[in-house]
C-alpha cells in the first residue's frame, strides 16, 4: 500500500470529507486532493499534522505501512495516567515556615501580622517649596493677553487605541 492510499484510509478512518479533512489538520483543500489523487506525496510536515491530530495512529504505518494502523493498548505499554497536583503545603518540609527569627519557634501560634509604621502625616508649608517655572513678568503677560492664540488642532485619545482629529 502507498502513502498516498495510507493518508486515503486515514481520511476513512476519520469519517471526514476530505476537505473536512484539510481543515481539521489546517492544510489547503488542494493539498488533499493532490494527494489523494496520487499527483503528489505527503510532505513530513503533511504527516506530523496527521499524527498530532488522530495521536492512535502508528508512525510506523504511516510511513512504512508496516504493522497496524491503530496503537492497541497491552499490558506492556499501559496508558499514561495524568500526574497528580501535589498539594502544595506538603511540598514545604520546614516545621518553622512562616515564623520570622524573633518568634518563638517551639509555640505553635500562627505567624503575627506584619506591622506597617505610620508615616508622618504633617504637611510642609506650601510656602517653602519652589516654583517649576519662572513667573511671567509684566511684559509678557500683556504681550500673551494681546496676541490672539488660535487652536490648530484638536485631537481626541479613546481607550481603544482610536483616535479623532477636529481642525477647526
Request: without cysteine.
Amino acid at each position: 500500500m502507498s502513502l498516498n492510499e495510507r493518508v486515503s484510509q486515514i481520511i476513512e478512518y476519520s469519517k471526514l470529507t476530505a476537505s473536512e479533512f484539510a481543515d481539521e489538520i489546517d492544510v489547503q483543500r488542494s493539498n488533499i486532493s493532490h494527494i489523494t489523487s496520487g499527483r503528489n506525496k505527503p510532505s513530513l510536515d503533511f504527516l506530523i499534522k496527521i499524527k498530532s491530530r488522530f495521536p492512535e495512529l502508528q508512525w510506523d504505518w504511516i510511513i512504512t505501512g508496516e504493522g497496524e494502523m491503530l496503537k492497541t493498548v497491552t499490558e506492556e505499554t499501559p496508558v499514561a495516567k495524568p500526574a497528580a497536583v501535589p498539594d502544595l503545603f506538603s511540598i514545604i518540609n520546614d516545621e518553622n515556615f512562616g515564623y520570622t527569627e524573633s518568634e518563638d519557634r517551639v509555640s505553635k501560634q500562627a505567624p503575627s501580622e506584619s506591622v506597617i509604621p505610620e508615616q508622618d502625616t504633617k504637611r510642609k508649608d506650601l510656602g517653602d517649596s519652589q516654583r517649576l517655572a519662572p513667573a511671567i513678568s509684566e511684559f509678557e503677560s500683556q504681550t500673551f493677553e494681546k496676541e490672539q492664540v488660535g487652536i490648530k488642532r484638536i485631537v481626541w485619545f479613546y481607550e481603544n487605541g482610536k483616535f479623532e482629529s477636529f481642525e477647526p
